[in-house]
C-alpha cells in the first residue's frame, strides 16, 4: 500500500493531459550567472589589492609572474626579483589571509543566521569574540617572549579562547534543560558577559597592554608571510564544507525545529554540526585578524537583499563575496593613512554600515 | 487494516500529564476528526503520533514507532499540517512546496528528478502551477494553507494529520479546504486525521468522531453518536442545538441562553 498513491496520479496525468506544466521547477540554487559574477569580483578585488600599495605593481607582469606558476603554464616570470618578492611575500598572503578570513566570517555569520533564525545573530554569538579576546589579552599580557617560534602564543591563545567561548555557552545552553535556540542565546549572552569582565580586569590591571590588546580588539591583517594562512587554512577549508555541505538542510531549518522534525530532520543536531564548524572557522578567523566587526551580518544579509533569502544561494556567496569584501576593506585600510594603517574593522563598519543602509533602503526582498 | 493504533498511550509536558492513557485505532483510508475544547490535547495527540512528542504507551503508525522509527521514516509515513505553520521570509510556493521531498533526499543530497516531477504534480493537482514562483507570503490564507498542504501531500506518506486546517479562513474556504482534502484522500487512499473546531464541518467530513476531553477519549464513534446536546454540553460547557438539515446531516448551532430581563434592559 506504500507507493499506491503518487504514481497513478503521475501517470494519470501524462496520460490525460500535456505533460505538468509548471515550467522550469527547478531546485532553489545558485543560477551560473550569479556564480561567474561573484567570481569575477573576488578576481577582480584580488588583483586590486595585489597592485595597489607603497610599490605599484604592473598588472601585466604580476598576471605574467602568477599564471607562471600555474601548472602546465610557461610565460617567463613578468616581474623583477624585488618586485616578484613583494608580490609573493607580502601581497599575496596578505591578500589570501584576507580572503580566508572574510569568507569564513561571512559564512559563519550566515550559518549562525540559519542555525539561530536570528537575523542579527553573527558570529561571536555565542561567546567566541569575548573568549578570543581573554585569550589574546592573556597572551600579551602574560605571554613568554616567542619571536623565534614560528607560530606566537598570540593566536593561539585566541583560538583555544574562542573554544572555550563558544564550548561553555553550548553547554550552559544545553544544561539550562532548553533544547530552543533562546536558550543557546542567552547563554551566549550570559558567557561573553562573563568573559568580557575577566578581560577588561587582566587589561586594567595590566595597563601598558592597553594599546596592544585595543588594535587587536578592532581587528587587522598581519604581514607575517604565509604563517597564518598556513595556520589557518586546515580549520576554514574544513569549517567552510561542512556549512556549504549543509545548506540545503539551513532552509529547512528555516521552518523552526518543530516543522523540520516532521519533515524528517532532526534540527538540534543539524544545529550542533552547523554550529561546531562556524566556531571552529571563526576561531581559527579571530586567531589571526582580531575581533573584525560586521562582516559577518552585513554580507549576508546584502547577499538575501540582492539575490534572495535561500541557503543554497547565501552560503555559497558568502563564501565568495565575504572574501572579496575583506580583501577590499583591508587594501583600504592598509592604503588610506599610509605608511600607518587603520585597523580593519573601521573599515568593515564605515563602509559597510552606509553601503548596506542604501542596500536595506533599495531593496524589495525581505532580508 | 490498521492504519493508526494507539494503546496507553500517555504524554506530560513539562511534568503536566496532558493524555491519558489513550487507546485508539484508526482503519486504513479512514477520516477520523478530532474534536474537544481547547487545551483537551487534540494537537499534543497529533504531535505524538508524528513522533514530536515523548510519549509513555505503544503507538504504531503502520510498522513505523514513533519515539523509535528514525525521523526520516516517521516523515515519509506521516505528514504533519500545522496549525500555525512557519513561513520563511520570502520563500517561493514552488520552494516551499519541494521541501515536502526533505525526507527522501540524502543528508548531503539534493532534489532529484523524481522528486521535482512530485512536486509539479502536487502543485498541479492543487491548482498552484500558477502560483509557483510566487513568494508564499504574499498569498491569501486560503492559498496559503492550500500551500502548506501540498507541502504535507509531497512528502507521500500514506497518514496526513491536519491541526485546525481550517483555522482563519472563512466559511467557503473551510469547505474548500476540506473538500480539496477529501478528495486527496480519495484519490491516494489516505488515511486523515483532523483535529476540528467546527462541530458542524467535523460531522460533515469525518467518518467517526473521537472527542478529547482533559486527555482522555470522552465520546468515539460516528457524528450521531457523538455530537449531541447532551455530550457537548458536558465537555464543552456550551448551549448548542444539533439540528438535522434536509439531507440528513448534522448541524451544530450555538444558542444562547436565555437572559435575565435586567440585563437586557441594561444593554438597552
Request: charged residues 15%.
Amino acid at each position: 500500500m506504500r507507493r499506491r498513491y503518487l504514481p497513478g496520479l503521475l501517470t494519470e496525468q501524462r496520460e490525460g493531459r500535456a505533460p505538468p506544466a509548471a515550467p522550469g521547477l527547478r531546485p532553489p540554487g545558485l543560477r551560473a550567472g550569479l556564480l561567474v559574477a561573484a567570481c569575477l569580483c573576488l578576481v577582480a578585488a584580488a588583483l586590486l589589492a595585489v597592485l595597489v600599495g607603497p610599490v605599484r605593481l604592473p598588472p601585466g607582469g604580476v598576471v605574467a609572474e602568477l599564471a607562471d606558476r600555474l601548472p602546465l603554464v610557461r610565460v617567463g616570470s613578468g616581474l623583477p626579483d624585488r618586485e616578484a618578492a613583494i608580490l609573493w611575500q607580502l601581497r599575496l598572503p596578505r591578500v589570501v589571509l584576507g580572503g580566508l578570513v572574510g569568507a569564513m566570517l561571512a559564512l559563519a555569520g550566515a550559518a549562525y543566521q540559519g542555525v539561530f533564525r536570528n537575523p542579527l545573530a553573527d558570529p561571536y554569538l555565542l561567546g567566541a569574540a569575548a573568549g578570543a579576546g581573554l585569550g589574546a589579552t592573556l597572551a600579551i599580557a602574560y605571554g613568554p617572549d616567542t619571536s623565534s617560534w614560528p607560530v606566537g602564543p598570540l593566536p593561539l591563545a585566541a583560538f583555544a579562547g574562542a573554544i572555550v567561548g563558544v564550548v561553555s555557552a553550548y553547554a550552559l545552553g544545553r544544561a539550562g534543560g532548553g533544547r530552543t535556540t533562546a536558550t543557546l542565546v542567552l547563554a551566549g549572552v550570559a558567557v561573553t558577559s562573563f568573559l568580557t569582565a575577566v578581560q577588561t580586569y587582566v587589561q586594567q590591571r595590566e595597563a601598558e597592554t592597553l594599546r596592544e590588546v585595543y588594535g587587536w580588539i578592532l581587528g587587522r591583517l598581519t604581514t607575517a608571510g604565509w604563517n597564518d594562512v598556513v595556520l589557518i587554512l586546515p580549520y576554514v577549508a574544513v569549517s567552510s564544507a561542512v556549512i556549504v555541505a549543509h545548506r540545503r538542510l539551513l532552509d529547512v531549518l528555516a521552518v523552526g525545529d518543530d516543522e523540520a522534525g516532521s519533515l524528517g530532520v532532526r534540527a538540534a543536531r543539524v544545529r550542533l554540526v552547523v554550529v561546531a564548524a562556524a566556531s571552529l572557522g571563526t576561531a581559527a578567523a579571530v586567531a589571526v585578524s582580531g575581533l573584525i566587526a560586521f562582516v559577518g551580518i552585513i554580507v549576508p544579509h546584502t547577499i538575501r537583499l540582492l539575490a534572495g533569502s535561500s541557503y543554497r544561494l547565501v552560503v555559497p556567496l558568502c563564501l565568495l563575496l565575504g572574501a572579496a569584501f575583506l580583501i577590499l576593506a583591508d587594501l583600504v585600510a592598509r592604503t588610506v593613512m599610509a605608511p600607518a594603517e587603520l585597523p580593519i574593522g573601521v573599515i568593515t563598519a564605515f563602509f559597510g554600515a552606509p553601503f548596506f543602509a542604501v542596500v536595506l533602503r533599495t531593496s524589495r526582498r525581505t532580508p | 487494516m490498521t492504519a493508526i493504533g494507539l494503546r496507553g498511550v500517555s504524554v506530560s509536558l513539562d511534568g503536566r500529564p496532558v493524555l491519558h492513557d489513550l487507546t485508539l485505532s484508526v482503519p486504513s483510508g479512514a477520516r477520523l476528526g478530532l474534536i474537544g475544547p481547547n487545551g483537551s490535547g487534540k494537537t499534543t495527540l497529533l504531535r505524538a503520533i508524528a513522533g514530536l512528542v515523548r510519549h509513555r504507551g505503544e503507538i504504531r503508525v503502520g510498522d513505523a514507532v514513533p519515539g523509535r522509527s528514525s525521523r526520516k521514516e516517521l516523515a515519509r509515513r506521516i505528514a504533519l499540517v500545522p496549525q500555525n505553520p512557519v513561513v520563511p521570509a520570502g520563500i517561493t510556493v514552488a520552494d516551499y512546496v519541494l521541501m515536502g521531498r526533505t525526507p527522501y533526499i540524502p543528508y548531503f543530497g539534493t532534489e532529484g528528478r523524481h522528486d521535482l516531477e512530485t512536486v509539479t504534480s502536487v502543485l498541479e493537482r492543487l491548482d498552484l502551477a500558477g502560483f509557483a514562483e510566487r513568494r508564499l507570503d504574499s498569498l491569501s490564507g486560503g492559498e496559503r494553507q492550500r500551500a502548506v498542504l501540498a507541502r504535507a501531500l509531497a512528502q507521500q506518506a500514506p497518514v496526513l494529520l491536519l491541526d485546525e486546517p481550517t483555522t482563519g479562513l472563512d466559511v467557503g474556504h473551510q469547505q474548500q479546504v476540506l473538500e480539496l482534502v477529501d478528495s486527496l484522500r480519495a484519490t491516494w487512499d489516505l488515511t486523515v486525521v483532523s483535529a476540528m473546531h467546527d462541530l458542524t464541518l467535523a460531522g460533515q467530513f469525518a467518518d467517526e468522531l473521537v472527542l478529547l476531553d482533559a486527555g482522555r477519549v470522552a465520546a468515539a464513534g460516528p457524528a450521531r453518536s457523538v455530537l449531541t446536546e447532551r455530550v457537548i454540553r458536558q465537555h464543552y460547557h456550551a448551549s448548542v442545538r444539533v439540528l438535522e438539515d434536509p439531507a440528513g446531516e448534522l448541524v451544530v448551532v450555538p444558542v444562547r441562553p436565555a437572559r435575565q430581563p435586567a440585563s437586557s434592559e441594561v444593554a438597552r
